[in-house]
């Protein structure tokens, strides 16, 4: 069991939970994941750790109320528990196995969106910690849906701020900022950008043709996290890959946005998982290591 030291709403439908998980925290770097069950009979539901303590042992999550799971957790309380909060899992932020030397000289902007700005604030404030500015772009569809903007400002470089209908910050789509900030000068040496599948399209669109290597992490499309149910199945460049257990973060000029997409929506039903099933043979999963789906 997992207790819950800290349970806040940042907005309608986002919420904060700080919980005690002293393994977890002890091994966990940016980048990673947990699956997170709040009672027995619950689903599985893989969340991305928005930020972890060693010392105080804890490990914060962000969730988005979405299915019946979320739905759950949304009326959880500090001092209630999680019965399941296991990881961490995934691979971890290539930043962090880079040369902090290295990462010195390297112009790193980060762009995120919406509920992405949970996972990109472990990663800056990271870089931070070790002497690294990087520069943040923050996209929302409206100011009320911004989350952890005090957070970011702490611990970036430059902080940009933009929502869809101008009620807060710069008005346009993230995309927008980035030509403004190429515009006025500004080049970058790397990119990560996490958030909604089509805004991480038009990201790498874009930062392709600036030639500006671009990291993207497909959380978004994950479901159990071990790969086994093949929700998160895409093709990178010419492999299948899949996103709990080869990322979840990806070379983002590589990824093909469009037939993941696609896919997601054919995996919302019974038929069309069963359909995905049939046509896609041994590699519909990956991960158990017995029928072939791993490789």
């Known amino acids: 069991m997992y207790e819950i030291l800290e349970a806040k709403e940042l907005t309608s439908a986002i919420y904060l939970f700080v919980v005690k998980a002293k393994n977890v925290s002890a091994n966990c770097e940016p980048g990673q994941f947990v699956i997170v069950r709040s009672h027995e009979d619950s689903e599985r539901i893989p969340l991305t750790i ?4 060693r010392e105080k042992e804890t490990v914060t999550i962000v969730a988005q109320v979405i299915g019946a799971g979320t739905h ?6 500090k001092g209630d528990y999680f019965v399941d909060f296991v990881g961490p899992l995934g691979k971890a ?6 040369p902090i030397e290295e990462l010195k000289k390297t112009k790193i902007l980060f762009v995120a969106g919406g509920l992405g700005t949970a996972p990109v604030y472990p990663q800056v404030k990271w870089l931070h910690e070790h002497g690294v500015d990087a520069d943040v772009i923050i996209g929302a569809k409206n100011k009320e849906l911004l989350i952890m903007e005090d957070e970011m400002k702490a611990v970036a470089g430059n902080l940009y701020v933009t929502t ?11 995309t927008k900022v980035i030509e403004d900030l190429y515009a006025e000068g500004k080049t970058y040496d790397l990119c990560v950008t996490i958030g ?8 790498c669109l874009l930062t392709k043709k600036l030639n500006l290597k671009t990291i993207v992490s497909m959380n978004p499309i994950m479901v159990d996290g071990t790969g086994m149910c093949g929700a998160c199945r895409l093709t990178v460049g010419d492999e299948i890959k899949f996103a709990c257990v080869d990322g ?10 469009d037939e993941a997409m696609k896919r997601q929506q054919i995996y919302k039903t019974v038929e069309g998982r069963k359909y995905l099933e049939a046509i896609e043979g041994d590699t519909h999963h990956g991960g158990c290591g017995h029928c072939g789906g791993d490789k």
């Open 164 to 174: 869809d209908d101008g009620s807060y910050g710069r008005q346009g789509m993230v």
């Open 196 to 203: 909604p599948m089509i805004m991480m399209k038009f990201v």
């Open 50 to 53: 928005c930020d972890y303590d």
């Open 72 to 77: 759950f957790m949304k009326n959880m309380k």
């Open 248 to 257: 979840p973060e990806f070379d983002g000029h590589l990824v093909n946005f």
């Open 93 to 98: 932020s290539e930043l962090i196995e880079t």
